[in-house]
C-alpha cells in the first residue's frame, strides 16, 4: 500500500452529509467521483469550480443543493450485466475502443502544483483546474495552515520556508491590490464592483509568481474508461509519491463507477507490467542523458521563444486547403497550386481561410499539414496554463533554480520587489537543501512559480492559431502572453499566409486592468438575466 499524503480534511454536519452522500463517492477523501447528477450539473459544478475558493463539496452545498432534487444513494452505476458484457468485449476480444465509450466525473482535491501537470498531461480528456489567477491564497486553513503540499520528510525547515514564502505572499497581495487602485483608478461611468475585481485580478497576476509549486489546487477531470486506465498507470509509474497516492486514490473512486473500464490495472500481469514499462523507459531515457553528459542544466538569462523546426510549405497549405472539394490526388493539387505565383498563393490561403467574425471561426484540417516544434523558456505560472493545451505534444523538463526568476516590472515600480525577490531566495534555499538530502523529484516542491522551465510545445498550424489567439488575449496572463506573441512572430518567419490568419491576435502592451473588460460584459449579462 503507498503512503497516503497529508491533505486538509473537511468536516460536515449530519445533515450535510446526508445530502452529499448521494453524489459523491466518498465524503472524507481528496479524490471522489460525481454521482446520481443530471450531466448538465456535472458540467456547471466544474465551470464554477475554477473560480471558488471552495472544495466541490462544499460548492454543491453552497450553490447547488437546493436545485437539485433529493434522491436515494445508488451502489454502484455499472449494473452486473453491462459488467459482464465489458468483461467479454474488453477482455475477451482485447477491443480497447469500448473503453472509449464510458466515462466518469473525479475530482482531485488539495494536489500540488506540481501533480496538477501530471493529472492533465493525457490528451483525451477534459479538465478544470482552480486557478491562482482568482483565487487567494492568503488564508489559512483551519488545524492545517497554509494550503501547500506537506510530507514529513521534508523536516520542520521545508514547513518554516513555505510558511516565510505564504507570508510574503499575503503581504504582497494586500499592498500590491492597494497600489494597482491607485495606478489604475475607475473611469467615470465605469461599474464600481467590475474595477474592483479587475484590480483583485490584477493584484493576483502580479504576485502569483510568489505562490510555490506546492502550492494546493483542486482539479475537475471528465474522461473515458481508457484515458482514466491510462492516468492512473502513469500515476502509479511515476517517481513522485504524491503522484502514486492519488494513482490509488484514482483507482479506488474509479473501481467505484466504471469498475470494468480499470479491471486491468490492479493485475499483475496486465497493469503491473505496465507500470514496470513505464519506470523502465524512464530509467533508460534517466541512464542514457547521464551517460553522454545531458543531465547537467545549462543556463538562461531570460525567457525565450526558439522554433526548432517548421514542418511543411504553404504551396503543401493551400494543396491540403483544397484537398476535400477536389476530384484529383494531392500530387495533381500540388502540381496545379505551383503554377502559381507566390502573390496568388498567398491570396488564395486568404481567400480559403474565408471571414472570420471571431477567434471561434477556425479555418479547415488542411492547416494541420503544416507543424511547428517550439523550445520555450518561461516562468512556470505560464508553462502551467499553455501544457494545458491538449491538441499537441508538450515536453518538460525538471523544474530548478538554475534558470532563474525575475520580479515583474509592476512590482519594481511599485517599490514591491525586494519583498518578492526575498521570497524567492527562500525557495531557492529550500530547493537545494531537498536536493542535496537526495529528495531529488520533491525539490521543485519548495520553488516559487516565478522559476523558469524549459519545455516543449510540437503542434501543428490549426492548433498553433488557436492557441495564440486565446493566449495573447487582453485578458490573459502578461508572461503566457508574451510567449503567444513570440510564436506568432516566429511563424510569421517561415509562414506568413499562417501568421496572417490570426487576425485575433492582441499585440497591443500598454499597461491596462486586463480583466475589466470581461468584469464588464460579466456584469452586464448578469443585469440583463441571460
Known sequence: MIETVPVPVEQFTDEERERLAPHFTNLDKPVFGLVNLPETVKGALFARYSRYAGTLRRLFLDEFADSVPVVPAIEGNEGARAAKLYETIFLGYGD???????????????????????????????YLEQSTRYIAYDAQLDGYGYRYHRDPRFGPEYERAMDTVFETYSSLLERTTGWVGERFPAAEGESPAAHRRAVRAKALDLVRGVLPASSLSHVGIYASGQAYEQLVLHLLAHPLGEANAYGELLLAELEKIIPSFVTRVPRPDRGGRWIEFLRERRAAADAVSARLGLDVATQASAPSVRLIRAHGTELELVAALLYESTGVGEEDALRAVAQ???AERTELVRELVATRENRRHRPGRGFETLSYRFEIVSDYGAFRDLQRHRLLTCQWQRLSPDLGADAPHELVEAGLAADYERALDASRVEHDRLRDAGLVEEAPYALCLAFRIRYVLELDAREALHLIELRSGREGHPSYRAVAREMRRAIEGVHPAVAAAMTFVDDSTEERLERLLSEMRNESRGASGS
Open 96 to 126: 480497447d475502443s469500448v473503453a472509449q465509450l464510458g466515462g466518469a466525473h473525479i475530482a482531485c482535491e488539495w494536489t500540488s502544483n506540481i501533480l496538477t501537470k501530471i493529472l492533465q498531461r493525457p490528451r483525451l480528456a477534459s
Open 340 to 342: 502559381l505565383a507566390p
